[in-house]
C-alpha cells in the first residue's frame, strides 16, 4: 500500500472555503485523510514548510495542436507545460484540425493524450459537425466515448435552429454545452474591443455590447429546451445581470472567464503586441474589475486559461492579421495569483474557481480536498517573485503575454493520482 | 531638436519637433518657389518607397521630393496579392537589409505594420506614408503647414474634420497634431463614420454640419473612402452630399476667413462642391499638394541627420 504524507501544509479548501495548517495523507492515488494525520509507518512524508497544498487546477477549454498542428503543441509538451502549471486535469478543446467531431477523433485524442501527458486529459468535442453550424454531431456516441462536453469552440452557431435542435439533443443525453457568447454580425472581424484606445490605434472593434447579446440569445434558448450550458468565456460587465437572472430564475447555467481577461485589460495591446491579441478581445478596465468581482462572488464560477499555442509565424503579423490566443498552462496559477496578492480574492475563492468548480460542472471527484477524492494535488508558494521569461515555459509555443513580466506565485510540485508529476 | 530615428505616427512627436520640422519645411517651400528646389541633402543615400495599397499623390510627392534632395530613389510596388500573404512582410524586412535602404516610406492597409516593419528593419529610417485606420503624419504636418501659413499660426484654432472619419487615417493624425498644438477640434459627420471613443480624444462631436462648421477656421474634408465601405455606413451619395456635403451655403456658417482643406483625392458632389474645391479663395488644396512634397523633404532631411549622427557614434564606437 503506497502511503504519502504531506506535513506541514497550508491547506486550501476550496468546498469549505477555507484554509487551514495541517497535514494529508495519500493513499493508492487517492486523498485518504486531511487535517490532524498520524503518520502512518512506511509512509512517505514530504514537508510542505508552510507552503500552500491545494486540489490540482482543472483547465477547462485547453487547445492541444494534435491533431493537425503538433509544432505548436503536442500532448507532451501540453502536458509538461500543465504539470510545471499546477494543472492536473486539461479538458481539451475540439477546435483541432480536423475537429474532435466523431468518435474516431476522439478515440484518437484519448490514446495519444494516455500515451504522453503526465496530466489527466478529458476531451470535448464539436457539437455540430466539423464546427460547420449545420448539423450537430454524434453527441450520444461521443458521450459514451468519452466527451465531457460539447463546444464549437470560438466559432458561434449562428443558426439558431440549428442550435436548438443540437441543445435539446443534448439535454437528451444529459450532454453540457459549452457556448462562447459573441454575437457573430456585430463581432465580424473585430480584433479590440470598441472604445477609445482602438479608435487610436485604427483597429476593427466589437462593442462589448456583442457579449451580451449572445449570452441572451443563448439564455432564451436554454429556457426553451432545458439543456445544460456552459459558457466559456464573460468578459464584460454589461452580461453579467444577464447571468445573474439566468441562474436565480433556475436555469442550468455556469460562466468561465479566462485569467487574462481578469489581469489584463485592451491598452496591454500597446504598439500592437500581438500577443495580447485574444479572442474576445481584451476590455475596458472597469470590465476587468467588474468580472474580478463576479468571480469573487461566484456568479462567474470558473477560471480558465484557455491555453492557444501559436507559433512565432502566426503571431509576429500585423495586428488585424496576426492569429488569436495565448499559451496560459504555465502561468494560469500565478497570473491568478494576482487577484489575491491584490486584496481581491482569498486563496479558498481562487481555487473554487480553478479547482471545485470545473470539476462539479464537469461531474469528475477531483477539485476537492476530501476523503475519497483523487490525489491530484498543487504544493505552491503564492508569494515567491520571479520575472516571467518566456523561453523557460514548456510550451512549444511561447505565446505569452506575461513575457517580462513580474509575478508572484511558484508552483512547487504537482501530483495526479498520488504520483508526483513535476521533475524535482 | 527633432530627435526621432522614424516617422511612424504624429503620436510620438513633442510640439517642438512637429515646429522644427515645419520650420524646415517652410525652407523648403521657398526654395522651390524660387525656383532653387533641387539640393544634395540625401546624396548617396537610398530610398525605397513600398506601398503595399494603390497610391499616387503620395507615392509620387514622397519619390519627388527623395529625388529633389538628391537621395536614390525606387518605387517597389507590392501587389495586392502579397499583403494577403502576411508572412511576406517580415520576409520583406529581411530581403530589405540585404539591399540596405537608408530611407524606407511604407504604406500599408493593416494598423500597425508599418511599425513591426520599423522594428524588424536595421540602420534605416521608416516613414509611415499611411498604414491602415492608424496614421498618415506626413500629410497631418502637410495640412498643418498650409494652415501656418494661410493663418499665420498653428494655435487657438477651431478646425472642423468632416466626413469618414471612422475609416480615415488622415483624420487620426490630424486631431494628434493640432491637439498638440493646442487647437480646438472638431469633429463633424454621421454617427456611423464617427469612431467609437471619438469624445474621449478631447476632440467635440458634431453630428449636424451646420453647427459643426459654426465659426471655424479652417475646414477639412475627408474622402469618403467607397472603397472601405464593406456595408451600409450611408444611406446613398446624395443623401450625404445633402446632409454633409460641402457647399457655399454650408461653409457660409464658418468664420468669414476659413479655409476649406481636403487631402485628396476628391469626390466632387459626394463631399464637396466641385467650384468651392477651385476657389481660390477659399480652397487650399493646391498648396496642400505642394505643401506635401516640402514636408516630406524635411521630414526625410531630419531622419537622415538622425541615421548619419547615430552611424557616426557607432563607427566612432568601433574604433575605439
Known amino acids: 500500500m503506497a502511503e504519502t504524507v504531506f506535513t506541514n501544509a497550508r491547506l486550501i479548501d476550496p468546498e469549505a472555503g477555507e484554509e487551514r495548517r495541517g497535514a494529508l495523507l495519500v493513499r493508492d492515488g487517492a486523498i485518504a485523510a486531511v487535517g490532524d494525520v498520524a503518520i502512518p509507518e512506511g509512509a512517505t512524508v514530504i514537508d510542505c514548510r508552510g507552503a500552500c497544498l491545494a486540489p490540482g487546477i482543472v483547465d477547462l477549454g485547453v487547445q492541444v495542436g494534435e491533431p493537425g498542428a503538433r509544432h505548436k503543441e503536442s500532448f507532451r509538451s501540453a502536458g509538461r507545460a500543465a504539470a510545471a502549471g499546477g494543472v492536473t486535469t486539461i479538458v481539451t478543446r475540439a477546435d483541432t484540425g480536423p475537429p474532435i467531431d466523431t468518435p474516431e477523433t476522439l478515440e484518437f485524442i484519448r490514446r495519444r493524450a494516455a500515451e504522453d501527458a503526465p496530466v489527466n486529459v478529458l476531451p470535448m468535442a464539436a457539437l455540430t459537425k466539423g464546427r460547420a453550424g449545420a448539423e450537430m454531431t454524434e453527441i450520444g456516441f461521443l458521450k459514451d466515448a468519452g466527451a465531457v462536453a460539447f463546444s464549437d469552440g470560438f466559432r458561434v452557431v449562428e443558426n439558431t435552429r440549428v442550435l436548438s435542435r443540437a441543445l435539446t439533443y443534448a439535454r437528451s443525453c444529459r450532454a453540457l454545452v459549452v457556448s462562447h457568447v459573441q454575437d457573430p454580425g456585430l463581432s465580424h472581424g473585430a480584433v479590440t474591443t470598441a472604445g477609445k484606445f482602438a479608435s487610436l490605434k485604427g483597429l476593427p472593434a466589437v462593442t462589448p455590447m456583442a457579449e451580451r447579446m449572445a449570452l441572451d440569445r443563448d439564455i432564451a434558448l436554454i429556457e426553451m429546451t432545458g439543456a445544460a450550458c456552459h459558457f466559456d468565456q464573460i468578459t464584460t460587465a454589461r452580461a453579467l445581470p444577464a447571468l445573474e437572472r439566468a441562474k436565480r430564475n433556475g436555469l442550468d447555467v455556469s460562466a468561465g472567464v479566462s485569467v487574462h481577461h481578469l489581469t489584463l485589460n485592451e491598452f496591454d495591446v500597446g504598439d500592437y503586441r500581438t500577443f495580447f491579441k485574444l479572442t474576445p478581445p481584451l476590455r475596458s478596465e472597469d470590465d476587468r474589475m467588474a468580472v474580478v468581482e463576479a468571480v469573487a462572488s461566484g456568479l462567474i464560477d470558473v477560471i480558465g486559461s484557455f491555453h492557444t499555442p501559436q507559433d512565432e509565424e502566426s503571431k509576429r503579423l500585423p495586428f488585424e492579421a496576426a492569429a488569436s490566443g495565448a499559451v496560459g498552462l504555465q502561468t494560469l496559477l500565478p497570473a491568478a495569483l494576482r487577484l489575491v496578492h491584490s486584496g481581491a480574492l482569498g486563496l479558498p475563492t481562487l481555487f473554487r474557481a480553478l479547482s471545485l468548480n470545473p470539476a462539479r460542472r464537469l461531474g469528475l471527484p477531483c477539485g476537492r480536498l476530501a476523503e475519497g477524492a483523487p490525489a491530484d494535488l498543487v504544493l505552491f508558494d503564492p508569494d515567491k517573485p520571479f520575472v516571467l521569461d518566456r523561453f523557460t515555459l514548456k510550451s512549444k509555443s511561447l505565446n505569452t503575454p506575461f513575457d517580462g513580466a513580474r509575478m508572484q506565485g511558484v508552483v512547487l510540485g504537482t501530483w495526479v493520482a498520488g504520483r508526483r508529476v513535476t521533475e524535482d | ?320
Do not use: W
Open chain 2, 1 to 320: 531638436m527633432f530627435r526621432q530615428s522614424h516617422l511612424l505616427g504624429i503620436e510620438p512627436l513633442a510640439p517642438a519637433e512637429i515646429t522644427a520640422l515645419l520650420d524646415l519645411a517652410d525652407t523648403y517651400a521657398e526654395k522651390a518657389r524660387a525656383g532653387r528646389a533641387r539640393g544634395d541633402d540625401l546624396a548617396g543615400l537610398t530610398q525605397i518607397n513600398m506601398f503595399f495599397e494603390a497610391s499616387t499623390r503620395t507615392q509620387a510627392s514622397f519619390e519627388l521630393a527623395g529625388k529633389r534632395l538628391g537621395a536614390d530613389v525606387m518605387s517597389m510596388a507590392m501587389g495586392a496579392s502579397s499583403v494577403k500573404k502576411g508572412e511576406t512582410l517580415i520576409d520583406t524586412a529581411l530581403t530589405l537589409n540585404a539591399m540596405r535602404p537608408d530611407l524606407l516610406v511604407v504604406r500599408h492597409p493593416h494598423s500597425g505594420a508599418v511599425d513591426l516593419l520599423a522594428q524588424k528593419v536595421h540602420d534605416c529610417a521608416v516613414l509611415n506614408a499611411g498604414d491602415g485606420r492608424h496614421e498618415h503624419p506626413t500629410q497631418a504636418l502637410l495640412d498643418a503647414l498650409t494652415i501656418r501659413r494661410r493663418k499665420g499660426r498653428l494655435h487657438r484654432l477651431s478646425v472642423a474634420i468632416c466626413g469618414d472619419i471612422a475609416h480615415s487615417r488622415v483624420a487620426r493624425s490630424n486631431i494628434l497634431l493640432l491637439g498638440k498644438m493646442e487647437n480646438r477640434v472638431r469633429l463633424v459627420g454621421p454617427p456611423t463614420l464617427i469612431p467609437t471613443g471619438a469624445a474621449d480624444l478631447g476632440v467635440e462631436v458634431y453630428e449636424d454640419m451646420v453647427e459643426g462648421l459654426r465659426d471655424v477656421d479652417v475646414v477639412m474634408m475627408l474622402r469618403l473612402q467607397k472603397e472601405r465601405m464593406d456595408g451600409g455606413f450611408i444611406p446613398s451619395e446624395r443623401e450625404y452630399y445633402h446632409r454633409y456635403g460641402l457647399d457655399a451655403a454650408k461653409l457660409a456658417h464658418a468664420a468669414e476667413d476659413a479655409i476649406v482643406m481636403h487631402p485628396g483625392p476628391m469626390n466632387r458632389g459626394v463631399e464637396i462642391d466641385g467650384t468651392l474645391a477651385d476657389d481660390i479663395h477659399r480652397s487650399v488644396i493646391q498648396t496642400q499638394v505642394e505643401m506635401g512634397v516640402a514636408v516630406r523633404m524635411a521630414a526625410m532631411d531630419l531622419l537622415a541627420r538622425n541615421l548619419r549622427a547615430a552611424r557616426g557614434v557607432r563607427a566612432a564606437e568601433a574604433v575605439q
